[in-house]
């Protein structure tokens, strides 16, 4: 699934390629968790110019000239593509053709990514927003691993399974913690990690990949990374199965 870093890395592709177009018209194909009716998304966008294309948590947001968002969850294999007049790739969800001929697919083969017209708006902050403050408020209220934490989308948006392994590695915590047993100077150095991980991760993403809008690069990764057996300070990686595997080393100090 694409994390926060690819789809700054995709919005800032997207906007740079689309902003200023003009909607002709939108071919709604697979879109089972739509929440209007097809008409309503075709009345409301077709004719309107795409203002800008961002990132809100885990969603692209298409932003257009009179407020309206479209709003783009990519799900766990949801891609998009440009194309040109006619969108050739399979297993469309959504197609925006823009007056000048191209256009822009999302595609799934599950069938499960999701586009949304003006979402409502999410309680919970951004990862690129929070501060040590309210690590602090938050985290004293939860018994929960500190990597739980940080993947639940109802208290951090953006962050998932390979970036949370990455951000508690380089803040130097044990996924394993407690989230109330983590002491305050400990939730500093984690805010500047969640920080200073994605936003090197997003320039790491740009500068192999400079038009990429779909796909996961993973391969700068340092603790969360199959190809490599230690980390940079030369502690073995190991490995947690489940559901989601968990990369980490015993240089990171476990609270409890």
Do not use: C
Not at 53 to 63: A, F, I, P, Q, S
Not at 77 to 82: A, C, N, Q
Not at 116 to 127: C, H, I, Q, V
């Amino acid at each position: 699934m694409p994390e926060l870093p690819d789809l700054q890395a995709f919005s800032h592709n997207l906007d740079k390629k689309l902003g200023g177009k003009t909607v002709k018209e939108i071919v709604i194909v697979n879109a089972k968790k739509l929440n209007v009716s097809h008409e309503q998304l075709k009345d409301t966008l077709e004719g309107q110019k795409l203002d800008k294309v961002y990132r809100e948590g885990k969603e692209l947001y298409l932003k257009f000239d009179k407020g309206d968002i479209l709003a783009l969850h990519l799900m766990l294999h949801g891609k998009l593509f440009l194309f040109d007049k006619k969108n050739e790739n399979k297993y469309p969800i959504i197609e925006l053709h823009f007056t000048d001929g191209s256009g822009l697919v999302l595609t799934d083969f599950q069938g499960i990514a999701n586009p949304t017209l003006n979402p409502e708006e999410k309680e919970s902050p951004d990862a690129m927003a929070i501060d040590a403050d309210f690590l602090k408020t938050r985290l004293i209220k939860t018994k929960t691993n500190i990597k739980t934490v940080l993947l639940d989308q109802k208290i951090i948006r953006g962050i998932g399974n390979a970036y949370a392994d990455e951000i508690l590695w380089h803040a130097g915590i044990s996924p394993f913690s407690a989230s109330n047993k983590i002491p305050e100077a400990k939730l500093k150095d984690l805010t500047y990690s969640i920080h200073d991980v994605l936003k090197n991760a997003e320039k790491a993403i740009l500068k192999s990949n400079p038009d990429i809008i779909n796909g996961e690069v993973r391969d700068f990764m340092l603790i969360h990374n199959s190809k490599k057996t230690h980390s940079p300070k030369g502690a073995e990686i190991k490995v947690k199965e489940g559901s989601r595997k968990t990369y980490y080393t015993d240089e990171q100090e476990l609270f409890e």
